[in-house]
């Protein structure tokens, strides 16, 4: 069964980057997935951020204001979420999760807290 | 961006209850449809997918139906271990979109 694990530095200054890596554990990144990050704010719910397939094929939720990049590493069976220019309306629970297009969201990680604050 | 609806937003019933969440969509998106149970404290976690198919695994007190716009979630004897907030969310198109989650309490 995939495993999925969520890691990053924690808290980002407003203005900086957030950095957030995903792991996957129980399955290979390269299978036929595509591969997202959610975040969870009390205002917003559930927000999908974007997704990644292996190949290197991305899409990305315009509501960031193009301030995402997601990608893959193969060689480590993980992928990575950079958000630039934050504020303090990034602040949520961040998620990565298997799925995106054509399919659910079937596994998820444990989620991080990502406070942005000065 | 696809509009996904949920009602009630909470709702408290009885050990035994049956119990419907509703979720519309602002536009047809067949039956491209999820919906997942979180847990305070935890990660969502898939249930049923593709509007009405349970995830192995999943108790069968669950269902789901619908497709187009109108969709239902059930539960059909509440149980204590289902205090949760569930949500919908469609994949019909980009960017996916979740609905607002309905918290079930005993």
């Known amino acids: 069964q995939v495993q999925l694990q969520e890691s990053g530095p924690g808290p980002v200054k407003p203005s900086g980057t957030l950095s957030l890596t995903c792991a996957v554990s129980?399955?290979?990144?390269?299978?036929?997935?595509?591969w997202s990050w959610v975040r969870q704010t009390p205002g917003k719910g559930l927000e999908w951020i974007g997704e990644?397939?292996?190949?290197?094929?991305?899409n990305y939720n315009p509501s960031l204001k193009r301030r995402g990049t997601i990608s893959v590493d193969k060689s480590k069976n993980q992928f990575s979420l950079r958000l630039n220019s934050v504020t303090a309306a990034d602040t949520a629970i961040y998620y990565c999760a298997r799925g995106g297009s054509y399919s659910s969201f079937d596994s998820w990680g444990q989620g991080t807290l990502v406070t942005v604050s000065s | 961006d696809i509009q996904m609806t949920q009602s009630p937003s909470s709702l408290s019933a009885s050990v035994g209850d049956r119990v419907t969440i509703t979720c519309q969509a602002s536009q047809d998106i067949s039956d491209y449809l999820n919906w997942y149970q979180q847990e305070p404290g935890k990660a969502p976690k898939l249930l049923i997918y593709?509007?009405?198919n349970l995830k192995i695994g999943v108790p069968s007190r669950f269902s789901g139906g619908g497709s187009g716009t109108d969709f239902t979630f059930t539960i059909s004897s509440l149980q204590p271990e289902d205090v949760a907030t569930y949500y919908c969310?469609?994949?019909?198109?980009?960017?996916?979109?979740f609905g607002g989650g309905t918290k079930v309490e005993i």
């Open positions: 990644i397939y292996h190949i290197g094929s991305t």
């Open positions: 129980g399955g290979s990144i390269s299978s036929d997935n595509w």
């Open positions: 593709d509007a009405s």
């Open positions: 969310q469609q994949y019909d198109n980009l960017p996916l979109t």
